[in-house]
């Protein structure tokens, strides 16, 4: 198999053309009628005069007669053979190009240009090599001042509104100084020319860089317009995008919460700044609200009237904003009675306000007589004297008397109290990552 391929290559080597001698390119005018030896060995010594000169046709020999000119020889590439039809043509006298030059298969000849062309570079470096390092030099020592402004704490923590925009303006600062290292050796060296081009490809790279990792500078600038407004604080109680839960830290790229359950959300924070937030602990006073059915035959006033009076004798619902109840709904066998009351969260749990008020009113709304609704179903039949009719209400002596209502148990924020010690925990075991401050202004 192996003689078979080597056969192949060696046939195809074999018959594969040369490249063909340039006969185009023909010199164009009147051809004289006369005709001298003298003239043609001038045209052949011209020619051969301009071939020394140039690089490349040591190998081309010259013949001319009758002012024909005969090219024979090699060159190392095509192009050069071709350039000799236009060389040869420009010479006054001559009639015709016979062009019989080909490109050379010569190893020897073919790499002797590239060591030649790698000889002058190096030397060309070793000229340049004093210059280089200059230039070089320049270039480390604006770095080095630019990073040595950006690891000063002032002014940027003054300027900055938080550690996070400090960090930035201290990025900046490495950058533009990097900028300006570049420039200032480009100078030396004669080459700012080629400074548009660094920044067109460096402006290139970056819209391509960008569109693929668009969600994290989308982030990222949400993370900066964040860290500046802060709609939230620390161990604030919020809700986002439907999630709700203590404030941990705002990072980088997410905001952390710790939820009510004790399990930690990490939001992004391009959606969080897309977001409806709502901040609870921004006011101290919050709202708790419950519907209680009564019966539609009750007294609907008193049934409001004993609602409002057992919130407000709550000891741990506030006077101001003062309770309320009003009557919500109807419905076909209740009256809905919504309840409203005001705590302080900062002591009261909410979630423990709002089951003691329920359980507390209800005892009320019992105490006063007011009737709690109860399923009424009416059978209709073929017959049958009574069928269909209500039950007749239980005399009043039958009737048990109602329990009083009892103390209000202990509804302080003990639960919110020990998320809030988790948090703070968390938030000391990794100090440094976060870009929230209890200092800063607030929208």
């Known amino acids: 198999m192996i003689r078979i391929l080597s056969f192949a290559l060696l046939t195809l080597m074999l018959t594969t053309p040369v490249a063909p001698a340039q006969d185009n390119d023909q010199p164009t005018g009147t051809i004289s009628v006369s005709d001298s030896a003298q003239q043609d060995a001038a045209i052949a010594t011209r020619i051969r005069d301009i071939l020394a000169v140039l690089d490349g046709y040591e190998d081309v020999t010259v013949t001319v007669s009758s002012g024909i000119v005969t090219l024979r020889g090699t060159t190392l590439d095509a192009a050069a053979a071709g350039n000799l039809n236009d060389l040869a043509g420009r010479i006054e006298g001559v009639v015709a190009i016979r062009n019989q030059v080909t490109e050379t298969t010569d190893v020897s000849r073919r790499l002797n240009p590239a060591f030649d062309r790698f000889e002058r570079r190096m030397a060309d470096l070793m000229a340049w090599l004093p210059l280089l390092a200059i230039a070089f030099t320049a270039f480390l020592v604006v770095v080095f001042l630019g990073i040595l402004i950006a690891r000063m704490r002032q002014p940027w923590d003054r300027f900055a509104p938080n550690a996070f925009i400090a960090d930035i303006y201290r990025q900046v600062i490495r950058l533009a100084f990097a900028i300006a290292g570049v420039v200032v050796g480009l100078d030396i060296l004669g080459a700012t020319a080629l400074l548009s081009t660094i920044l067109g490809a460096a402006g290139i790279i970056g819209l391509a860089i960008g569109f693929a990792v668009r969600d994290t500078v989308e982030n990222f600038i949400a993370s900066i317009m964040l860290s500046i407004r802060q709609p939230f604080r620390p161990n604030d109680a919020v809700e986002i995008n439907g999630d709700e839960g203590k404030v941990v830290r705002l990072t980088s790229r997410a905001t952390i919460l710790l939820s009510w359950d004790g399990n930690h959300i990490r939001i992004p924070n391009a959606t969080v700044f897309k977001s409806r937030i709502v901040n609870f602990t921004m006011n101290a006073e919050r709202r708790f609200f419950f519907d209680i059915g009564i ?63 329920i359980r507390l009113s209800l005892a009320a709304l019992a105490e006063a007589g007011i009737d709690m609704p109860e399923p009424t179903y009416r059978l209709i039949g073929a017959g049958g004297e009574g069928l269909g009719q209500l039950p007749a209400p239980p005399s009043a002596g039958s009737t048990p008397p109602p329990a009083q209502p009892e103390d209000a148990m202990d509804v302080q924020a003990h639960a919110e109290h020990a998320l809030e010690a ?15 401050s209890r200092d800063a202004p607030t929208e």
């Open 422 to 436: 988790i948090v703070e925990e968390e938030r000391r075991e990794k100090r440094g990552k976060d870009l929230l």
């Open 295 to 357: 019966n539609p035959g009750s007294d609907m006033a008193r049934a409001t009237q004993t609602a409002k009076d057992t919130l407000a004798a709550l000891p741990f619902t506030l006077t101001a904003p003062a309770p309320d109840a009003w009557i919500e709904a109807i419905g076909d066998s209740t009256v809905t009675l919504r309840l409203a009351g005001w705590i302080d969260q900062r002591d009261t749990s909410l979630l423990a306000a709002r089951g003691e008020a």
